[in-house]
């Protein structure tokens, strides 16, 4: 079964400066897809950034980037110059093959939850 | 059009009652997702719906019935609810083999 880690329940960053949320994960899949979410206090899950297994390059969006060691089995979410804003719970997930076509399962970590100060 | 909408925002009912549940996107996506948040929680799958086909039930108890009449919308139909089903419930749709783009979510208390 396919498993997601995120070994930091909590994280602190100053406003501006750059903060890593770690997420690592198991599975005997060849190919495989990675995401972080993000989830404000008022609940809605926000996509932030996806990896595919066979990706050579590190995925990067905007003030996001997703550090992908796949030998290490890690995908690290880089957030730079963080903002007040960035405060919130953030999951990294993992997509299970479906059954049928167009219908894949996200396997979720229990989350890190960042908060910026000022 | 780039969202998946959710209503109610807030629901309460008691332990008796019938309501429902409704999500709606109009980007195409064929696959659509229920899922219910604890607080302090990962999101859990409950349903999936592929082409509109029931593809994935978490083993589900029977007091949530889903339902999928077109291809842009997803109901979730409550009836005979404990407390302890009190949560955040998010509706979810992708398309295939890409990101799921989540709703705002439905509070539910169940008194």
């Known amino acids: 079964a396919q498993k997601i880690t995120q070994t930091q329940p909590g994280m602190f960053v100053q406003e501006k400066e750059a903060v890593t949320l770690d997420c690592t994960y198991d599975?005997?899949?060849?190919?495989?897809?990675l995401f972080w979410y993000k989830q404000p206090s008022s609940g809605e899950m926000i996509f932030l950034i996806y990896q595919g297994s066979y990706d050579e390059q590190n995925a990067t969006e905007g003030r996001y980037s997703l550090n992908f060691q796949k030998a290490r089995k890690s995908a690290n979410l880089v957030i730079s110059a963080s903002q007040l804003g960035d405060s919130a719970m953030y999951f990294c997930a993992m997509r299970e093959d479906g059954l049928r076509g167009g219908s894949e399962k996200l396997v979720f970590g229990k989350g890190t939850k960042l908060t910026v100060n000022p | 059009d780039t969202e998946v909408t959710q209503t109610p925002k807030h629901l309460v009912m008691g332990m008796t009652n019938k309501k429902s549940l409704k999500c709606e996107q109009h980007?195409?996506?064929?696959?659509m997702y229920w899922y219910k948040q604890k607080a302090k929680k990962p999101p859990e799958l409950m349903f999936v719906y592929s082409y509109e086909k029931l593809s994935i039930n978490e083993s589900v108890p029977s007091r949530f019935s889903p339902e999928c009449p077109n291809s842009s919308l997803l109901n979730l139909h409550l009836h005979a609810l404990q407390p302890e089903d009190s949560a955040l419930y998010l509706c979810?749709?992708?398309?295939?083999?890409?990101?799921?783009?989540f709703g705002p979510g439905t509070r539910l208390t169940v008194l």
């Open positions: 599975t005997s899949d060849q190919s495989y897809g």
């Open positions: 980007m195409g996506h064929r696959a």
């Open positions: 979810a749709s992708s398309p295939s083999g890409r990101a799921q783009f």
